[in-house]
């Protein structure tokens, strides 16, 4: 019929080659002394090899007092002051990232918008370029 739309042929791919559609393991590798173990025995030794029941390095520090005690010594309150001072620029210097990152998708890229300098004299353009001596 003449009235139908022209569309575009469809694309085709070759299909994917049959290493990447199946998946081969290799041998098992577990050790002589693992194979032995029940399963039960087996998982609580990789979860305590892995760390898993312990808390994160962020859980920790979330779970610490956010009331301050000033400690009675100088030095150890001078390390008080030192730590929650480096505390406050690490914060600082993340919220501005944040910030310049926010700015950037917000405004988008500004290449080609900038105005370039115009110059009708060659003269000088090239004593620009140059720069002056």
């Known amino acids: 019929h003449t009235g139908d739309p022209a569309y575009a042929s469809p694309v085709i791919r070759p299909p ?19 194979s032995g173990l029940s399963q039960d025995v087996f998982e609580r030794k990789w979860i305590a090899n892995l760390r898993l029941d ?8 979330n779970s610490k007092d956010p009331l ?14 030192e730590e929650i001072l480096r505390g406050f620029r690490q914060r600082v210097k993340q919220l501005e990232e944040d910030e310049t990152f926010q700015q950037a998708v917000m405004n988008g890229s500004q290449i080609g918008k900038e105005q370039l300098p115009s ?3 060659v003269e000088n353009l090239i004593q620009n370029m140059m720069g002056t001596s």
Do not use: M, R, W
């Open 16 to 34: 994917s080659p049959a290493s990447s559609v199946g998946t081969a393991y290799g041998p098992d590798d577990t050790s002589l002394s693992d």
């Open 54 to 61: 312990e808390p994160k390095h962020d859980e920790v520090h």
């Open 68 to 81: 301050i005690t000033c400690p009675s010594d100088p030095q150890e309150q001078k390390l008080l002051f």
């Open 119 to 121: 110059a009708d004299n």
